[in-house]
């Protein structure tokens, strides 16, 4: 084998050093493309700066609050809220919504399910969920509470929204974001109230997390 034809030491080092050379280019390459996008997404959210969905208590009302025994609960409330997006140039979409009412930090009806939907610019919706529970174990001391409110002639309940939102800015939708809304509803509760449904009409604004 002649001289010219072999390959010295030398030489195929520097092919190896090209080829880290190349993946290396293309590394940063593919770095640089990520973090303009990324840099371009921040940009835009900053610049739009969505702020959170705003909720309110248009009507609830309690149609069964009843202990089927010593620490069983059966319970029946309707419940009314507006969500309004306050956002003039963000769209907001809600996932995976459960309400449910509690008590003095009981849970005293089930979750019940909203379906997902898409709020424009500034736009509001009418969400309507029907509470229930059947059974539902309570602590020893719910029969007494309740008592204890019927004679102050006031029963104050929360009413709880769990779950997830996107934002939506132009084409682009960001990932999810856990969404807790706590509504409280204070309703005359006494001996001297008819017979009826107990309810609250006041349009309490609720307060809000994202």
Same mark, same amino acid.
């Given at each position: 084998?002649?001289?010219?034809?072999?390959?010295?030491?030398?030489?195929? &080092?520097? =092919? /190896?050093?090209?080829?880290?050379?190349?993946?290396?280019?293309?590394?940063? @390459?593919?770095?640089?493309f990520?973090?303009?996008?990324?840099?371009?997404? #921040?940009?835009?959210?900053?610049? #739009?700066?969505?702020?959170?969905?705003?909720?309110?208590?248009?009507?609830?009302d309690?149609? +069964?609050?009843?202990?089927s025994?010593?620490?069983? #609960?059966?319970?029946?409330? +309707?419940?009314?809220?507006?969500?309004?997006?306050?956002?003039?140039?963000?769209?907001?979409?809600y996932?995976?919504? +459960?309400? !449910?009412? &509690?008590?003095?930090?009981?849970?005293?009806?089930?979750?019940?399910?909203?379906?997902?939907?898409? +709020?424009?610019?500034?736009?509001?919706?009418?969400?309507? &969920? @029907?509470?229930?529970?059947?059974?539902?174990?309570? &602590?020893?001391?719910? /029969? !007494?509470?309740?008592?204890?409110?019927?004679?102050a002639?006031? #029963?104050?309940? $929360?009413?709880?929204?769990?779950?997830?939102?996107?934002?939506?800015?132009?084409?682009?939708?960001?990932?999810?974001?856990?969404?807790?809304?706590?509504c409280v509803?204070?309703?005359?509760?006494?001996?001297?109230?008819?017979? /009826?449904?107990? $309810? @609250? =009409?006041?349009?309490?604004?609720?307060?809000?997390?994202?």
């Amino acid at each position: 084998m002649s001289k010219l034809d072999s390959k010295s030491p030398k030489h195929c &080092a520097d =092919k /190896g050093l090209n080829i880290d050379k190349f993946y290396k280019k293309l590394y940063w @390459s593919g770095f640089a493309f990520l973090f303009s996008v990324l840099s371009l997404i #921040l940009l835009v959210w900053l610049i #739009l700066h969505p702020t959170k969905p705003e909720f309110s208590l248009k009507e609830a009302d309690i149609y +069964q609050l009843s202990l089927s025994g010593p620490h069983l #609960l059966n319970s029946s409330i +309707q419940l009314t809220l507006l969500s309004k997006n306050p956002n003039t140039k963000v769209g907001i979409y809600y996932d995976m919504i +459960q309400v !449910y009412a &509690a008590y003095k930090g009981q849970q005293i009806t089930v979750d019940t399910s909203l379906p997902p939907f898409y +709020q424009g610019y500034e736009e509001s919706n009418l969400l309507t &969920a @029907s509470l229930v529970g059947t059974g539902l174990p309570v &602590a020893p001391s719910f /029969g !007494y509470e309740v008592g204890r409110d019927q004679t102050a002639g006031k #029963l104050v309940l $929360s009413l709880k929204l769990d779950g997830r939102v996107r934002w939506k800015v132009g084409t682009w939708v960001s990932g999810r974001y856990r969404l807790n809304v706590n509504c409280v509803a204070v309703m005359a509760f006494g001996p001297a109230i008819p017979s /009826g449904p107990l $309810s @609250s =009409k006041e349009g309490t604004q609720c307060s809000t997390s994202v």
